[in-house]
């Protein structure tokens, strides 16, 4: 399942506007008010696996420090 941050369908849109590509392009979109990585997953998983996940929260020194961003 392929994803792209916003900021960078953005910038692919903003190319495309100032230069005409030779070929057409589709842009899939979802209708998910809210994706995360843990629902990204489940739906494979449950499309294609046994439908189970593991979920690991992130540990609160990371939290503090960062909490809009998941360390790597």
């Given at each position: 399942m392929p994803t792209i941050h916003v900021k960078d369908l953005a910038?692919?849109?903003k190319k495309v506007y100032e230069s005409k590509p030779e070929r057409k392009y589709i842009f899939a979109v979802?209708?998910?008010k809210k994706p995360t990585?843990?629902?990204i997953v489940s739906a494979i998983s449950n499309g294609i696996g046994t439908g189970l996940?593991?979920?690991i929260d992130i540990p609160e020194v990371f939290k503090k420090a960062h909490p809009?961003?998941?360390p790597i």
């Open positions: 910038g692919m849109v979802d209708n998910n990585q843990k629902k996940v593991e979920s809009k961003v998941t």
